[in-house]
């Protein structure tokens, strides 16, 4: 029962690792998409709004990553 345990705790971890990974891709991509609508021409205050709610997301990745390995 130990051993499934663990496995079953490692394999959770995997996927959310996996799924963090992912959530920062996209991200990275929702910036690139916002400078790129600013450089087309929507309103400039529209993407920054969205690069800053990125890069928070962006940031409670990291800083829960850092948490968890303290």
Do not use: N, S, W
């Not at 051993?3 to 963090?20: D, E, K, M, N």
Request: hydrophobic fraction near 70%.
């Amino acid at each position: 029962m130990d051993r499934l345990l663990r496995f079953v705790a490692g394999f959770a971890v995997r996927v959310l690792t996996g799924l963090l990974v992912v959530l920062a891709l996209v991200a990275l991509a929702v910036i690139g998409l916002a400078l790129m609508a600013a450089k087309q021409g929507y309103p400039v205050a529209y993407a920054a709004v969205v690069i800053v709610l990125a890069l928070a997301v962006l940031g409670e990745i990291v800083m829960g990553t850092l948490r968890t390995h303290e």
